[in-house]
């Protein structure tokens, strides 16, 4: 029998799923504002810089953030599938405006 799974045995992959999911975002996000022109380039860069902002919330007040990796975690998804739907938007509206 093996021992049951331990809070302590998650924190290093999840520290590295947070790390890698910051990377995807930023590469993302580098890759389509670099792309993209107008209004679409500052659209683009919403998700990251809302993730800036929890990065910096968290430096500023360390005592509430202890559980960053998990919080990184879960707010990068979200931004990553805020971004996935930008791209949709911006995909969709593409064709729309071409046909007409």
């Known amino acids: 029998m093996s021992p049951a799974i331990q809070g302590s045995d998650l924190v290093v992959p999840i520290v590295i799923g947070a790390g890698l999911l910051l990377a995807l ?48 975690v879960f707010w990068g998804l979200l931004a990553i599938g805020v971004l996935a739907v930008i791209v949709g938007i911006r995909a969709l509206m593409q064709r729309l405006t071409s046909r007409v």
């Open 25 to 72: 975002l930023i590469g993302l996000t580098i890759k389509l504002a670099a792309s993209w022109k107008g209004v679409w380039r500052l659209i683009a860069l919403l998700p990251f810089l809302g993730m800036a902002g929890l990065v910096a919330y968290m430096v500023m007040h360390p005592e509430s953030a202890g559980l960053w990796p998990i919080v990184i």
